[in-house]
């Protein structure tokens, strides 16, 4: 299923994963919760909102400071940004995009929207993420080679 790589942007995957967690939660019960499962839950949610958020924008600054496309398909992308969040993930934008949909799972608090957590990051991980660095080896080569390690 080659032909899917790239081929929806990564804000569409994202926005219909949450809207289908969402969706699939309406008809099925949310997970039982009492005591201190409850606090665990919001306690977990509020961190991983601020969290996600932070991930996401951090990524999104370093590309617009850098002064490149965040695009790496795109002929604009002229450096390798490699410093700040991206000196602890190659891809923190999807790191971020993964936690916020975490926070959305506890909200719902439904096993089958966990479930499509999963489903989001063995999507990302075959069809924008392998290509992705494909193309960035191929674009900066040993300077992208020497970062992956």
């Not at 961190?47 to 991930?55: N, P, Q, R, T, Y």
């Not at 398909?73 to 602890?88: D, M, N, R």
């Not at 971020?96 to 439904?110: E, H, K, Q, R, T």
Request: hydrophobic share 45%; aromatic share 14%; glycine share 8%.
């Amino acid at each position: 299923m080659k032909y899917l790589e790239r081929k929806i942007p990564p804000i569409v995957v994202w926005s219909t994963v949450l809207l289908c967690m969402w969706l699939i939660s309406k008809g099925n019960p949310r997970l039982s919760a009492e005591g201190y499962t409850v606090v665990i839950r919001y306690v977990g949610m509020a961190v991983s909102l601020v969290c996600g958020g932070i991930v996401v924008l951090s990524g999104i600054f370093r590309f617009k400071t850098s002064g490149t496309s965040m695009n790496p398909y795109s002929s604009k992308a002229s450096i390798l940004v490699t410093g700040g969040i991206y000196s602890y993930s190659r891809n923190p934008m999807y790191l971020g995009s993964l936690v916020l949909l975490v926070a959305w799972a506890l909200y719902l608090w439904n096993v089958y929207s966990f479930a499509l957590v999963a489903v989001f990051v063995l999507y990302m991980n075959k069809y924008q993420i392998a290509p992705e660095e494909r193309i960035l080896e191929e674009q900066f080569g040993e300077e992208y080679t020497a970062y992956k390690d």
